[in-house]
């Protein structure tokens, strides 16, 4: 059974900085395409960034130049870092698969910016 489990959200003030981090059970991260999602208030479920088994990256423009996605393959774990953190950035951010089926939704982590 999969199961993913994000942390390292919290309350920071805009241009300050946050490290997520996503240990996942059931499944390799690095041999699947990972990504970050958020979702903020009334709004759906965005992709922000993905890393491929080859180690690609990509980011969705509004966060591009900010944020960073990483692995750790001996620790299973998906990492995000974020900075120059804004307002807008505000959400509850997951981790997932992406370019394939789904996983059952962890219960995310909760990023608070203040303006």
């Known amino acids: 059974q999969v199961q993913l489990v994000e942390s390292g959200g919290g309350l920071v003030q805009t241009g300050g900085s946050l490290r997520l981090s996503c240990a996942a059970s059931g499944i390799n991260v690095s041999i699947k395409n990972m990504g970050w999602y958020r979702q903020a208030p009334r709004q759906q479920r965005e992709l922000v960034a993905g890393?491929?088994?080859?180690?690609?990256?990509n980011y969705a423009d509004s966060v591009k130049g900010r944020f960073t996605i990483s692995r750790d393959n001996a620790k299973n774990t998906l990492y995000l870092q974020m900075n120059s953190l804004k307002p807008e950035d505000t959400a509850v951010y997951y981790c997932?698969?992406?370019?394939?089926?789904?996983?059952?939704w962890g219960k995310g982590t909760l990023v608070t910016v203040s303006s």
């Open positions: 890393v491929t088994p080859g180690g690609s990256t």
């Open positions: 997932n698969r992406f370019g394939g089926s789904i996983y059952v």
